[in-house]
């Protein structure tokens, strides 16, 4: 399974974006780069995904490079409420939809 | 509905307690897993099942026992457990497939051994 590395804490201002880096060296080329978040004791929240081609959604932007060795996620404005651990996970491939946890970044949204 | 839907959100139950977690979603998810999360820690994979059959059994002691007894719920017995065993239980699903596929998390029960 492609494990991934994240930096363990990150912080940023509210208003200004949010960018949060992952590294998947190992990643084979059918598998995913998924990215959840959790909130302090809830469950975790589906943010986006993405095989090759970089995505956008309505929460936030995912940016994969050429080699799909390592990824960001982008947070255009950040606001206090997106103070939570971001888990960037490769998903396992085959259909089990299995997803392992990585230790993820906890991301501070200071005032 | 995109709601995975867990009960009870608290229990506390004693080492020589049998009691239930249970796990709903009416999404026509055809995979359910349970995680255990301790404190500051992430989710760590228990049990997959995959059209309603245990596909993953993560090495789990067998005081945990998984039943999914239709395609929309899914029960974590638990019986002898251990105070280690105190965390917070996360029911997830999600359709099956090759692709891109998101899961949907409940919102945990939280489990204090005693």
């Known amino acids: 399974d492609a494990k991934t590395t994240q930096p363990p804490s990150m912080d940023c201002a509210e208003g200004r974006a949010a960018n949060l880096p992952c590294n998947h060296s190992?990643?084979?080329?059918?598998?995913?780069v998924y990215w959840y978040r959790q909130i302090h004791s809830q469950g975790p929240q589906y943010i986006i995904h993405?095989?090759?081609n970089n995505e956008t959604n309505e929460m936030a932007s995912l940016i994969i490079t050429e080699d799909r060795k390592s990824s960001t996620l982008i947070l255009p404005h950040a606001t206090l409420r997106d103070t939570a651990v971001y888990y960037c996970?490769?998903?396992?491939?085959?259909?089990?939809?299995?997803?392992?946890f990585g230790q993820g970044t906890t991301l501070q949204v200071k005032p | 509905d995109t709601e995975v839907t867990q009960t009870p959100k608290h229990l506390v139950m004693g080492m020589t307690n049998k009691k239930s977690l249970k796990c709903e979603q009416h999404?026509?998810?055809?995979?359910m897993y349970w995680y255990k999360q301790k404190a500051k820690k992430p989710p760590e994979l228990m049990f997959v099942?995959?059209?309603?059959?245990?596909?993953i059994n993560e090495s789990v002691p067998s005081r945990f026992s998984p039943e999914c007894p239709n395609s929309s719920l899914l029960n974590l017995h638990l019986h002898a457990l251990q105070p280690e065993d105190s965390a917070l239980y996360l029911c997830?699903?999600?359709?099956?497939?090759?692709?891109?596929?998101?899961?949907?998390f409940g919102q945990g029960t939280r489990l204090t051994v005693v």
């Open positions: 997830a699903s999600s359709h099956i497939g090759t692709g891109g596929i998101e899961a949907f």
């Open positions: 190992t990643i084979s080329g059918n598998e995913y």
């Open positions: 993405g095989l090759k």
């Open positions: 996970i490769v998903r396992v491939s085959g259909n089990t939809g299995k997803l392992i």
């Open positions: 999404m026509g998810h055809r995979a």
């Open positions: 099942y995959s059209y309603e059959k245990l596909s």
